[in-house]
């Protein structure tokens, strides 16, 4: 049986969510769980829930990492958070993947140091597939791992993400777009018109600028990033569906005519509601690590959860790891490495 | 007749949507429109609506600067471009404020030298309403025209906001948030990081970072961003609502029962997407220069032109200006001189 660790200490509502959240995975998707993290509190929760299968075991770890405590103190001297115990588990090949709710940044810090990184890559990326109207998706990189990046951060994301909807999401020849303030080369910042002259040289099909516009309706399958632009770009995307309906909801019942409308529209928009939500996704992967970990919501529900651990599973039955390491051109590698020798600061 | 000078030539459809909106806001709003650009085509455009009102005048300018085009350069170069020629038409005293859909990274240099900034503001921000589901929107700056910013600049912003939102959108104590990639002042980039530290020392009501799903949700007035970040920010939501109610109405037209829906719940949809449309906003001013300017999208239709010169009669009559220079602490000024000394250099 695949086994994936689950972080059961590192969300918003943790670890509640977090074990309820194996408990569904465990039963829907009959995959194993390590659960990681304060060994009485969540034998405690399984037993709440009345869980008694063996398919969900627990790893006592005795810190917490919180979202408000400085990432590199916290990866460096909390080495038994439950973080790292969950990345050791999977070092360690007790399981085959991880998942976290907890601190990007902390996840990212420690998965680097107990998994490390791919030999072409210098930062992992997190890589999440946004919806699009065309149903189609987009994959989006980085989302949130690296609040700074260099130029060639971003042509390295470009390459994973081109390879990642090739291989897994199955788009022939994937179209990577730069997200940027204008479609012109000569519009952006400082990173991404240098990252614009890096793209066009780069081993993919690379169609230009795209603008925030451009993420929900379609126009490419990859879009770049650096992980401070693509959080608020994510966040802002996810927020405006989110409101926008409730928008509406709320403008419908203000007359009579608009409460049998909304009676009538109510499958049209909960399939609409569906396809949009977040929480079917459950989360991104970091891309470029030597193992699979998936990042879900620090807010993730119960069902998210078990959404990022059927992700981390599919991760897992795609080969992701392998596929990246075989497919990642020396190229890449090569012109990286010469001008950002070592490809360890973070942000 | 208060007058608004036009660049007539910088839109993505100029000089025919640009021409149709002066008709129209010399038509319903009774202000004068100096419209710049080439003198001919100008003409033949008014002749071809059939005006022959005498309060659109035309001022000829001999060159364009294109989207495309590197901004130093052409701002340097391009003395006879349409956005120099309005700008000295306003800094001439002929017109009271400035409107372009063009290169907004130009516009605001050519302000710059034309106009001049506030003796307390470093760089002039573009500032607009965005549209919230509370229905009072949200101040956001800058949302485009500093790709590159200092965390000085980003107070300054927040400075210039709340007196904003105080003075002219009536707000008593405005609420200001920096946006960033969690809610924790540890999390951001090196910019917000450092922007957060000057913020709560900072004379408005700084009520920490917000994320970009609260941008829509209406939890604070005003929201202070580099105009990378911003601009993708708010192109993100523009094209999120428009697709997603493009996504409901096709998902409606699918069954039977939705077309009935559709059309029970029209009146509610329309008046939810004229609330929410960014083409009733018009645009968003540069705060910060000794004068009014309103930066238009580069595709602005007709009435999304009309609506900007609206915007512009409004700055005018609420003088804010003078507002911003009378209200800007003079600390603000200290600290950022202090901190950065020539306060001309452009992303």
Redesign the interface.
Known sequence: MMKIAVDAMGGDHAPANEVQGAIQAANELGVGVVLVGAERQLHDELRKHGWRGRAIEVVDATEVIT?????AQAVRRKRNSSVHVAAKVVADGRAAGLVSAGNTGAVMGVAMIKLGSLASVDRPALATVLP??TGKGALMLDV?AN??CKPEHLMQFAVMGAIYAREVIGIPNPRVGL????E???????L?KEAHKLLKAAPVRFTGNV???????GDVDVIV?D???G??????????????L???RS??E??T??K??????R???S??RAR?DPETTGGGYLLGLRGIVVIAHGSSSRVAISNAIALAGRGIEHDIVSRLQQTLPERVVESSRSTNPSGTTR?
Chains 1, 2 share one sequence.
């Open positions: 979202m408000s405590e400085p990432v699009t109207v949130g609040a700074e997200l940027s303030i204008g012109e080369e000569v519009k952006g910042n400082d991404t603008e925030g516009r451009q993420i929900f309706s990033c992980g401070f632009t959080n608020v770009a994510l966040k802002t995307l996810e927020g405006t569906i989110r409101s926008l409730v928008a509406l403008e419908l203000s007359t005519r608009g049998l409308g909304g009676l009538l529209i499958p049209a928009a399939s609409l949009l942000g």
